[in-house]
């Protein structure tokens, strides 16, 4: 299959690339050779293949949940540039200063 200068201008266009006269002969070429490859898999016998989501067994790696107390306030807040009460003091995001 070959790319033509109109598809090549396209995904330039698509993916927002500015593209020069060689540029653009180069990855009409490039992009045609790489459709070529992809039409080869395809003719590939996968018939005996079973369908799979993943090339590799997932598993969970995340560390299980556990309740723990929290910090006391007085810490949390030690820091904090304003506070009001038991809580953080922030600037509303519409509010002018």
Not at 16 to 21: E, I, P
Not at 36 to 45: Q, S
Not at 54 to 81: E, F, Q
């Amino acid at each position: 299959m070959s790319i033509d200068r109109e598809t090549v201008d396209h995904v330039a266009l698509l993916a927002r690339l500015a593209l020069s006269d060689e540029e653009r002969e180069r990855l009409s070429g490039q992009m045609s050779s790489l459709l070529e490859h992809i039409n080869l898999i395809g003719e590939a016998d996968t018939s005996q293949v079973p369908a799979t989501a993943h090339v590799s067994p997932l598993r969970n790696v995340m560390a299980d949940d556990k309740s723990r107390p929290s910090y006391p306030s007085a810490d949390m807040l030690a820091n904090a540039p304003a506070r009001e009460d038991n809580y953080f003091r922030v600037r509303a995001v519409l509010e002018e200063e």
